[in-house]
């Protein structure tokens, strides 16, 4: 069975730097694409970022030149590196998995970390 497990949110300052990791275990990273996504409390989850297996990249307009996602398939390991954050991009966040692209972030077979807060301070 595949797991998700996210790390390294925490709280920081405005104009400051985070890396998520997002760690795969049960089965090999490099059959799925891989998203980013997140959450405020009362509001829907939106994508951030995806890489599919190929390295192809997608951003949410928000993170684009802000937010970089990277994968490490040697590792299972997929990343976010977050720069300059802002207030707004206070919220928790999930990695995701599937094995089609465009189902990655639908109810349909993609599977969910437990998520990582990140708290972001004028």
């Known amino acids: 069975q595949v797991q998700l497990q996210e790390s390294g949110g925490g709280s920081v300052q405005s104009g400051g730097s985070l890396r998520l990791s997002c760690a795969v275990s049960?089965?090999?990273?490099?059959?799925?694409?891989m998203g980013w996504f997140r959450q405020v409390t009362g509001k829907e989850r939106e994508v951030v970022a995806k890489i599919d297996t190929a390295g192809s990249t997608y951003y949410a307009d928000f993170a684009t030149g802000r937010f970089t996602i990277s994968r490490d398939d040697a590792k299972n390991t997929v990343y976010l590196e977050m720069t300059n954050l802002k207030v707004e991009d206070t919220a928790t966040y999930y990695c995701?998995?599937?094995?089609?692209?465009?189902?990655?972030?639908?109810?349909?077979?993609?599977?969910w970390g437990q998520g990582t807060q990140v708290t972001v301070s004028s």
């Open positions: 049960g089965y090999s990273s490099d059959r799925y694409q």
């Open positions: 995701a998995a599937n094995h089609w692209y465009s189902d990655l972030g639908r109810p349909l077979n993609t599977i």
